[in-house]
């Protein structure tokens, strides 16, 4: 008898095959967290000009899903947001991203470096491939702005995702985990507004268009 055609033959083929349905996961699962690690902080204006549009918004529901694409099985996560503003570009409506990742019962996938939202979140988002890359924000971490109030004054400002301050547009060029340079040579400075913030992106936008012409 043919090995290939021996009931031992089968269970190889069988065992062979679920180690490669389970490499095909694990590749899924390990190739976000390589990215992730790769990003290269954008300049302000390759921020703005490489998102498909750009929003301030609030999270209104956080919702984790499975995916099944032939023999991968994902968790992802659909944060539906309220626009509060449009800033540049068409959004959709509903606004809903969708992210590789998020946690269903004991089971839980985590993608190093992508944000974590959560309902009652306000941010600047600058989204791109929104269902076709695993987090739908232009360079990951660094497309999207945290809105905070001071608890002194109650001013609203800018942030980024590792929640520092944000001094300067020109900030969004720097590793996440840099200090920003204008705090440390003017004491007094204050963090952008949200509102200094959105104009200045509507600079950008508008100056890019007009050389494109």
Known sequence: MNPKHSPAGFALIRLFSGMLAA???????????LS???????????LVSQADYIVRATVKSVTAEWRTDGVNKQIITKVEVA???????????PTVLEMLGGKIGTEELRVEGAPQFKVGDEDILFV???GLQFTPLVAMMHG??????????GRAYVARESKAPLYSETETALPMDATSLRKESQPGALPLSPEDFISRIKTSRT????TRK
Do not use: M, W
Not at 147 to 153: G, L, P, S
Not at 207 to 210: D, F, Q, R, V
């Open 128 to 130: 791109h491939g929104n």
């Open 207 to 210: 100056k890019k268009s007009a």
């Open 83 to 93: 626009v509060n503003e449009v800033i540049a570009g068409t959004p959709p409506q």
């Open 36 to 46: 992730a690690t790769t990003v290269v902080p954008p300049s302000f204006d390759q």
């Open 23 to 33: 490499c095909a996961i694990t590749l899924a699962l390990v190739a976000p967290r």
């Open 144 to 153: 999207r702005y945290h809105v905070f109030h001071d608890a002194n004054t």
